[in-house]
């Protein structure tokens, strides 16, 4: 007789697609561009901002929802804790660049995840190298997200200068 032994994962995380698609009944502006237009018909939030990268960034598929997860992820931090101050690296930020673009869809995503307030982003023109990607990285995974090890570790050192002095900004 043979028993098979599953073994659990305890950790539960937080889904970046559930999180990012929960927006949409919040898009108020541009729906037809955002929802109707050509290319967008069918496809949810993620699989837009998915197409949107593809579109403006040399990445294969995988590398695009490994980035666009991780940018999710930092958001929602950044907007849940915002006396934290957390940075992200040049990589993860092609997402976060992604998802601010994206107007309509970054207005709605404040509108659930910050209470309705616009979130600053509010770069510095140098960047910094005290290790604040690492800890971020940590810190994300405290707020029920799976951060990417590779993708934060290549730019552990060297943070985007987003700036913590700027009124609620990340």
């Not at 837009?48 to 930092?74: K, Q, S």
């Not at 006396?83 to 660049?97: A, Q, T």
């Not at 998802?99 to 960047?127: Q, S």
């Not at 990417?148 to 570790?153: H, R, Y």
């Amino acid at each position: 007789m043979t028993v098979m032994l599953e073994t659990t994962n305890s950790t539960t995380y937080r889904d970046p697609r559930s999180v990012l698609n929960a927006v949409r009944p919040h898009v108020k502006e541009c729906t037809y561009n955002v929802l109707g237009s050509r290319g967008s018909v069918g496809l949810d939030i993620w699989d837009r901002e998915i197409a949107l990268l593809l579109r403006d960034n040399v990445m294969v598929r995988d590398m695009a929802e490994r980035v666009l997860g991780n940018a999710v992820a930092y958001l929602v931090t950044a907007m849940e804790h915002p006396n934290v101050h957390i940075g992200v690296g040049k990589v993860v930020d092609i997402g976060v660049h992604q998802i601010i673009l994206d107007t309509p869809v970054y207005f709605a995503f404040c509108d659930l995840y910050n209470g309705g307030r616009y979130k600053h982003h509010a770069p510095l023109i140098e960047r910094r190298g005290d290790g604040l990607v690492i800890r971020t990285a940590e810190f994300i995974r405290s707020n029920g997200f799976d951060a990417d090890e590779e993708l934060w570790a290549i730019d552990g050192a060297n943070c985007s200068p987003c700036d913590n002095k700027a009124p609620d900004s990340h």
